[in-house]
């Protein structure tokens, strides 16, 4: 089984930067792809960002690309989402999800969530 603690979520100003971090609990977390989803109210969950196994491949939702980068230490278990240039639209609850072996865009091919962290941008 494995169980993913979001943190960094809070409250920052537009063109400010935030990093979260997707803790794993685990011996299997670099056999792990990870990806970021985030939900704003009254909207759907949506894709942000996914790293490979071993951090060799990223992907980006084309409305983040260039401001956020997705990096993993599986020495230290933890994925981490750097969220620069910040915007009210990027405000929502941020969700680290994990699979085994290859990255998705997709939410419902995951298998592991975490409980979510709040980002609010304010303008």
């Known amino acids: 089984q494995v169980q993913l603690v979001e943190s960094g979520g809070g409250l920052v100003q537009a063109g400010g930067s935030l990093r979260l971090s997707c803790a794993a609990s685990g011996r299997t977390f670099s056999s792990l792809a990870v990806g970021w989803f985030r939900q704003a109210p009254g909207k759907e969950r949506e894709f942000v960002a996914a790293i490979s196994w071993s951090g060799g491949n990223t992907y980006y939702a084309d409305s983040v690309k260039g401001r956020f980068a997705i990096s993993r230490d599986n020495a230290k278990n933890t994925v981490y989402l750097l969220m620069n240039s910040q915007k009210p639209d990027d405000t929502a609850i941020y969700y680290c999800?994990?699979?085994?072996?290859?990255?998705?865009?997709?939410?419902?091919?995951?298998?592991?969530w975490g409980q979510g962290t709040q980002v609010t941008v304010s303008s």
């Open positions: 999800a994990a699979r085994y072996w290859s990255p998705s865009t997709m939410a419902n091919e995951y298998d592991y």
